[in-house]
């Protein structure tokens, strides 16, 4: 499940609010970590690129969610929302997009 069709599944189509707070909850190994990361990258992502161009704070106290696991999330939304996702010369361009969102 790519990222917009996770979004729209878990907040309809308007999306997460701005300056919201959300609590994802359940059992150990039911995915609460890949949602959060995919939420995260989505809203990392310019907008251009489909995202929502938010800064976030994670505090991350169990350790499964990583800068590279988190950048390589990033690399996929923006893949996801391009046309140009082929072309050598977008991906050296998702990637330098990538990394200034994981400033």
């Known amino acids: 499940m790519v990222s917009g069709q996770l979004h729209s599944s878990v907040y309809g189509p308007c999306g997460v609010d701005d300056q919201s ?5 359940g ?6 970590s890949l949602v959060l990361q995919q939420l995260m990258a989505h809203c990392l992502v310019p907008y251009e690129y489909g995202g929502r161009q938010m800064s976030i ?14 950048g390589k999330a990033v690399l996929d939304e923006l893949r996801s929302h391009s046309k140009a996702a082929e072309d050598p010369s977008a991906e050296a361009k998702f990637t330098e997009i990538a990394k200034r969102c994981l400033l």
């Open 57 to 70: 704070i994670l505090i991350n106290l169990s350790h499964k969610i990583t800068k590279e696991s988190l």
């Open 27 to 32: 059992p150990p190994n039911s995915g609460k």
């Open 21 to 25: 707070m959300t609590e994802i909850s």
